[in-house]
């Protein structure tokens, strides 16, 4: 198996510019997450999905921000318009509703706006 | 809501060991789970516990007590490759949803 796939890997870009994160889960995983990564921050939930359906998205930090789940393969992260605050490091992960709740992190979206 | 609390740097020297604890405060408990992260990598599954006690992988066991809402990773004969953030979270619903604590630095010294 490839793992959570995501891209692009780094995407550096322009105050006001429309930013879109891509996530492939891995397959047979039914639980999708969008997390953010900074220095102050922290790791945060953003977003989670369960059979493509989003299950809790109280960590969205405001309407710039929006997720979907098309299909049980394919996610996206939007934010426009993007501001420099939105630097940070995007992760998607993927799972199985229960059992060991084991997530698996895809490799990161290093997001750089200037 | 959930908070956990870890500390945010620990320093060892190779081959010593080290225990990184975890106080939780939820909702709800499904299980304590923990995660490496190496910088500029991706959080990896480390280990998982569901039930009080000790769970045991090779170098690493994980410690659960659930009526002290508290846990720790245990890393034995530390290598400089152990060097990374260490994650604990919890699973306060059957979703899976997890709630990660601000992570424990670990600097391992030759």
């Known amino acids: 198996d490839a793992g959570v796939i995501q891209s692009p890997r780094h995407e550096v870009t322009e105050m006001g510019q429309e930013v879109t994160l891509r996530c492939k889960p891995i397959s047979g995983h039914n639980s999708l997450f969008w997390y953010r990564q900074t220095m102050m921050r922290g790791l945060e939930l953003l977003i989670y999905f369960n059979n493509n359906v989003p299950i809790d998205d109280s960590g969205m930090p405001e309407d710039r921000f929006s997720a979907k789940m098309p299909n049980a393969s394919f996610s996206t992260l939007k934010i426009q318009p993007s501001e420099p605050r939105d630097s940070a490091v995007y992760f998607c992960?993927?799972?199985?509703?229960?059992?060991?709740?084991?997530?698996?992190f895809g490799p990161g979206t290093r997001l750089t706006v200037l | 809501g959930q908070s956990l609390e870890q500390p945010s740097e620990v320093t060892a020297v190779e081959g010593a060991i080290v225990q990184i604890n975890c106080t939780y405060q939820t909702s709800g408990f499904y299980g304590l789970s923990w995660y490496q992260q190496h910088d500029g990598g991706a959080p990896t599954f480390l280990s998982y516990n569901a039930l009080d006690g000790l769970e045991e992988t090779g170098r690493f066991s994980s410690f659960l007590s659930r009526s002290d809402s508290y846990g720790y990773l245990l890393l034995q004969e530390l290598q400089m490759k152990d060097s990374a953030s260490y994650f604990c979270?919890?699973?306060?619903?059957?979703?899976?949803?997890?709630?990660f604590g601000g992570g424990t630095r670990l600097m391992v010294k030759p």
């Open positions: 992960a993927s799972g199985e509703t229960g059992g060991r709740d084991t997530q698996y």
């Open positions: 979270a919890v699973a306060s619903n059957a979703g899976n949803m997890l709630t």
